[in-house]
């Protein structure tokens, strides 16, 4: 299979980042007076945006789960990107497909002017033809809209996007993308559970396994 561009999800693809979103989440629910989950438990909320882990998790109305999402980018904000490092997993892959001339971006439900901050702190932003994430107030964060706003701006910039893929780590990442039509490679370094692969095109678990179904080896 010859992909003409490919999408990558940022946390838990490409960054490793659950320390700084957990200790947020954690903070979060100590500040709102809920129950803080053990460390394993809040690794599986990364991922979706943290206004639906609060409606899911905890069944809050759309208001309450915007007031938990303030308090969550408060707590964010203060304890910042510094300690977030790429998994060495996703570098190969990235440097491949950029010597194969195959144009990349980013979809992520992170806030996208945040997103980019980590990328280029990261070193990382140079691979990216676009970087396309939540909106400031995270009013826009669904998967499905995110994808689709990236597969515009790279079809709008020249790029064939006749044919793209989508590489993840949750199942989210799988149905929001699988709204556009495009398949997912999932991720096994990153915070999804077995039972979300199901459903994924293939789940690799290594920078050669990535890479080889990438380049179509």
């Not at 007076?33 to 809050?60: H, I, M, Q």
């Not at 300690?83 to 060495?88: H, N």
């Not at 699988?178 to 293939?202: F, Q, S």
Request: charged share 25%.
């Amino acid at each position: 299979m010859t992909w003409t561009c490919v999408l990558f999800d940022l946390d838990g693809t490409i960054a490793n980042s659950a320390k700084n979103i957990t200790e947020s989440f954690a903070a979060t629910l100590n500040e709102l007076g809920l129950p803080v989950p053990p460390p394993d438990e809040l690794r599986t909320w990364v991922g979706p945006p943290p206004a639906e882990s609060f409606r899911v998790r905890f069944g809050f109305d759309d208001a309450t789960a915007e007031h938990a999402r303030q308090v969550y980018r408060k707590h964010y904000q203060r304890i910042g990107n510094a300690d977030i490092r790429p998994f060495g997993e996703i570098l190969p892959a990235l440097e491949a497909l950029a010597q194969q001339s195959i144009p990349m971006a980013v979809a992520t439900s992170k806030p996208e002017h945040t997103a980019i901050e980590v990328l280029e702190r990261l070193g990382l932003a140079r691979y990216f033809v676009t970087v396309s994430g939540a909106s400031r107030d995270e009013a826009i964060s669904d998967k499905a809209s995110i994808v689709g706003e990236a597969l515009r701006r790279l079809s709008a910039d020249g790029v064939d996007t006749s044919n793209p893929v989508m590489v993840g780590d949750r199942l989210h990442d799988v149905i929001g993308a699988a709204e556009h039509g495009v398949p997912t490679i999932l991720v096994d370094w990153g915070y999804g559970e077995p039972v979300e692969h199901a459903r994924a095109l293939v789940t690799v678990g290594s920078a050669d396994a990535l890479t080889d179904t990438l380049l179509g080896r």
